[in-house]
């Protein structure tokens, strides 16, 4: 297993902002459509992994039941929002860092001028598809608060057979698994008796680029905020 994870530090780091700009009620909705499309209709969250996990995203922000039910049936060609697509940006920031950016939008011409205006303003550029994805792996991912039974934790963790277990600090336990094992992996910890604190789909870095100039740091991280507080972006990922 490996050590204290240089991604983990900075998706903690994010999850406060995260929660104010990341979690409206627009990006919540979005996320549910896309994932009843791209589960081929199926609106059973225990059939549609996807689905079952935007839900649950949605009411952790206490997203109105009937909020929920509309964005599940736009998902499947009901009401408005039918020409919803999911599109992935990618770019350079300050510093050469890579950034992907993950976007639901019914405007595919709007989407991408904001994205590209955010950052030319921001002293990056977007790139060609392709030329960033590749120094980021699908996972899955959730977070488990072993308290001071870090190493008792981890050891049961291990034993579900996760791909990958991080200690990241005050007690607080990364675990990774294949995407599509994120929901039983994560059934499986709730089985043993541990509450995951947070579980989702993440663009997890296999290569990272070093920053150690404050001001740059500053830059890369007023990208991402700028990022995601435009409400067609779902999710933002760097790997610095």
């Given amino acids: 297993m490996s050590g204290h994870s240089k991604w983990a530090k900075i998706h903690r780091a994010k999850e406060a902002?995260?929660?104010?700009?990341g979690q409206s009620f627009t990006k919540l909705s979005n996320a549910i459509a896309m994932a009843v499309r791209e589960g081929n209709g199926i609106t059973d969250p225990e059939f549609n992994f996807r689905l079952r996990l935007a839900i649950e995203k949605a009411r952790e922000a206490n997203m109105p039941k009937d909020n929920i039910a509309r964005a599940i049936d736009k998902g499947g060609g009901k009401g408005e929002g039918s020409a919803l697509e999911e599109i992935l940006y990618e770019g350079y920031g300050p510093g050469g860092v890579g950034f992907l950016v993950q976007s639901v939008t019914d405007n595919r011409?709007?989407?991408?001028?904001?994205?590209?205006?955010?950052?030319?303003?921001?002293?990056?550029?977007?790139?060609?598809?392709?030329?960033?994805?590749?120094?980021f792996k699908k996972v899955g991912y959730l977070t488990v608060n072993a308290g001071d039974k870090t190493e008792e934790v981890m050891l049961k963790l291990i034993d579900l057979g996760v791909e990958d277990v991080e200690d990241e600090g005050e007690g607080i336990l990364g675990v990774y698994t294949n995407a599509p094992d994120l929901i039983s992996v994560k059934d499986k910890i709730s089985g043993i008796g541990l509450q995951p604190q947070s579980a989702e789909i993440i663009m997890k870095p296999i290569n990272y680029v070093s920053v150690t100039d404050q001001r740059t740091i500053d830059q890369i991280l007023s990208l991402v905020n700028k990022l995601e507080e435009l409400d067609d972006i779902q999710k933002v990922f760097v790997n610095f």
């Avoid at 902002?17 to 700009?21: L, P």
């Avoid at 904001?114 to 994805?133: C, L, Q, W």
């Fill in 17 to 21: 902002s995260d929660q104010k700009k």
């Fill in 109 to 135: 011409q709007r989407t991408v001028q904001e994205v590209k205006n955010i950052f030319d303003r921001s002293g990056g550029a977007v790139a060609s598809p392709g030329a960033v994805s590749f120094n």
